[in-house]
């Protein structure tokens, strides 16, 4: 590592933990300015000390959870894929010589509650960027054809995602955890669904005509830059884009009132269980996502008891971890294992489920908690070091509130996470009843009661 580097990042690990040790409140120690279109689109701009480099980030709104409506699911991932197919004024080879230019280099991702679109690279081509971005979110153009085969491609990248038996049993423990809400389908969307996506050219429109609207995205731009400028640059290139009017239904998932479970016989990996508790959606302001990440950590993280007596001393499983994602409405906890051998799968979720009970009866050492959130604030505080970290974790909040504030807010709620609020949420979310347990193995059955 460069002396010049190494200087930059110990000034700002300074920073950080003087910030922190002050008392503020806001993880992210640098402002953050917030600029709303007529038209409903919003403009978040975060100065940083990164001399030529800025990265662009768009935030869509829109994952699988979107998709309500049986037969076409996989669509908001299917963009992903057709956003890069180009315009009439920048087709796909134009765009891409428009990013060697910038030095940029542009991708996508999807998940259940939005799509990211970003590319970060020389900030004098910053307006080159918003031109050629607004063009594409504006005036995406594409021919049957062009969709056929782009539907074909989508196909082929979930048959390759298939195989892997990880993938396999995840898409069945959605399909089995959830009855009704859009969750229980991967973004991939359902197998049937995708072999029929050619033949959904004209819903393809629909879906784009609904949700590829400013209402629902946000430009997130991070690094040298200021906000006046990348305010008007909005303006010059989005401010014409138009406002739609569609709200979509999303399924009330009822609760769930026994335990449920999946198992894959497939001898080619080892033996792995996950179990899996209804969990709560996102919130900035409530205790328990805060709490529930405690006491994953505490439970199953590498230094955890747990894992020293599993992993390490009885050797009975190569991993353990577990964790909660957070999402917009109320998704899964997940404790993953992978075994030795599968002949061990009941005593590692007895294992597992009497170090959860210990928990909702005698809580959790102060000074181990104390320690928890102290390093689960640091690590973050350390992780956000550079233009594209930031625009990253700040496109994670804002798809989960709309409002890249939640960042600093939900990382505030940490320091007020309490002995009783550990033992309230294992109590919570912890039981049988919620449970989904999905398992691999060579034999025909899981073994797990």
């Known amino acids: 590592m460069c002396r010049k580097k190494l200087l930059l990042i110990l000034g700002f ?86 990013l060697k230019m910038t030095g940029a280099g542009a991708n996508a991702n999807t998940s259940l509650d939005r799509t990211i679109y970003h590319m970060t690279g020389n900030v004098n081509y910053l307006e080159k960027m918003f031109e050629v971005e607004s063009d594409r979110f504006m005036n995406l153009n594409y021919s049957e054809h062009d969709f056929k085969t782009e539907a ?38 359902f197998f049937n669904d995708i072999v029929d996506m050619p033949n959904q050219y004209e819903y393809s429109l629909k879906f784009f005509n609904r949700y590829y ?6 430009i997130v731009v991070v690094g040298d830059v200021r906000a006046e400028k990348v305010n008007e640059l909005a303006e010059k290139y989005f401010g014409k884009w138009e406002k739609g009017n569609y709200s979509v239904d999303i399924p009330a998932e009822p609760v769930q009132t026994e335990e449920r479970s999946f198992h894959l016989q497939n001898g080619s990996i080892p033996p792995y269980m996950s179990m899996n508790y ?45 964790g909660a994602m957070d999402s917009r409405d ?36 102060q000074k181990l908690l104390d320690e928890t959130k102290s390093n689960l604030k640091y690590s973050y505080a350390m992780s956000i070091d550079n233009p594209d970290a930031i625009a990253n974790s700040i496109s994670h909040y804002i798809y989960l509130t709309g409002d890249p504030e939640s960042l600093n807010r939900l990382y505030a709620m940490y320091d007020k996470v309490t002995v ?23 034999d025909e059955k899981g073994g797990v009661e």
């Open 13 to 98: 690990m300074s920073f950080m933990l003087t910030s922190l040790n002050a008392g503020d409140d806001k993880i992210l120690p640098y402002p953050i300015y917030q600029h709303k279109l007529a038209n409903g689109l919003n403009v978040v701009t975060i100065p940083f000390d990164s001399p030529g480099l800025a990265a662009f980030y768009i935030v869509v709104r829109v994952g699988s959870r979107n998709e309500v409506e049986p037969g076409v699911t996989g669509f908001a991932h299917f963009f992903e894929h057709m956003m890069f197919r180009g315009t009439d004024k920048y087709p796909r080879e134009k765009y891409n010589e428009v």
């Open 152 to 189: 074909g491609a989508v196909k082929g990248e979930y048959t390759k995602n298939y195989a892997s038996p990880y993938q396999q049993l995840y898409e069945n423990l959605l399909n089995t955890a959830f009855d009704v809400h859009t969750y229980k389908h991967t973004t991939m969307g």
């Open 213 to 218: 609207r400013p209402e629902y995205s946000t």
């Open 278 to 322: 209804k969990g709560p959606a996102f919130s900035d302001t409530k205790i328990d996502m805060p709490a529930i990440d405690v006491l994953n950590t505490i439970l199953f993280s590498q230094n955890s008891n747990l894992y020293k007596k599993l992993v390490v001393e009885e050797q009975k499983l190569r991993f353990l971890g577990g």
């Open 330 to 365: 109320p998704y899964l906890i997940s404790i993953q294992a992978s075994f030795i051998n599968k002949d061990d799968f009941q005593y590692v979720r007895d294992e597992i489920t009497k170090a959860i009970d210990d928990i909702k009866k005698n809580g959790v050492d």
């Open 420 to 442: 009783e609020d550990i033992k309230m949420v294992a109590e919570k979310y912890y039981i049988n009843s919620g449970l989904t347990i999905a398992t691999i193995s060579d």
